[in-house]
């Protein structure tokens, strides 16, 4: 099963696409993971990335495009994977239809979680991520018991350096000039389902589920 989840910073594609990886057991291939992974070792990538992160732009589409045509080359991605904020602009859809039909592959379910702005902006601002685990909190909606400490393992949590309103703001504003038209790319090949970002996550989960079968 080979999917794509679209949707806006901040509506829970990251959370649901863990989520998805767990239960279906295969890959969740985020771009945005990816980059801040190449950033901090400091990668060539990653000191090619860094600047257009930090300011909530885009990373070039040959960056990007070329990151994830190794990565779905890999074993683990045999038997399907889970696209999460990739692709961004439609350059980047066209370039992924092109690897997939070099490979015999094809998508499967395009899913577009949608949410208001400003419950966005809101929702990022407040955020935080277990540094070990990953999981995911929020200093409102999702107090850790401990602050600044992990639920669920030894670790610690920390904020990702681009979640502040300016930058947010931002994000937001390039997922609606460049990410937006993406979803004309995919909205009339029959795979292509929208789910209401603003219910609770485990509906959300759920919705998706039973699309996914
Ligand atoms: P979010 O969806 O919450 O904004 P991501 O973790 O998906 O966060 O991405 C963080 C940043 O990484 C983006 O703001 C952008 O700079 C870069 N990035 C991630 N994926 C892409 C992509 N497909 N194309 C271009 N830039 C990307
Ligand atoms: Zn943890």
């Known amino acids: 099963m080979n999917l794509i989840l679209m949707g806006p910073p901040g509506a829970g594609k990251g959370t649901q696409a863990r989520r998805i990886a767990e239960r279906y057991n295969i890959p969740q291939l985020s771009t ?36 994830i045509a190794d990565r779905i080359g890999e074993a683990d991605c045999a038997h399907g994977f889970i696209l999460d904020g990739f692709p961004r602009t439609v350059a980047q859809a066209t370039a992924l239809d092109g690897m997939l039909t070099e490979r015999g592959l094809k998508i499967d379910h395009v899913i577009d979680i949608t949410a208001d702005t400003e419950a966005l902006v809101t929702r990022i ?86 699309i996914l079968g």
């Open 32 to 67: 945005g993971d990816m980059l801040r992974a190449a950033v901090k070792a400091g990668t060539s990538v990653g000191l090619r990335a860094k600047a257009a992160m930090e300011s909530g732009g885009l990373v070039t589409d040959d960056i990007v495009v070329g990151i």
């Open 125 to 210: 601002t407040g955020r935080s991520t277990c540094s070990l685990c990953g999981e995911g909190y929020h200093a409102v909606y999702k107090k850790p018991a401990v602050a600044g400490e992990c639920d669920k393992c030894d670790g610690t949590l920390t904020t990702r350096a681009d979640d502040n309103e300016e930058t947010v703001r931002n994000r937001l504003t390039v997922y609606h000039q460049q990410t937006a038209p993406v979803i004309e790319h995919y909205r009339n090949g029959g795979k292509f389902k929208t789910i209401d970002g603003m219910e609770a996550m485990d509906s959300v989960f759920e919705k998706l589920c039973a």
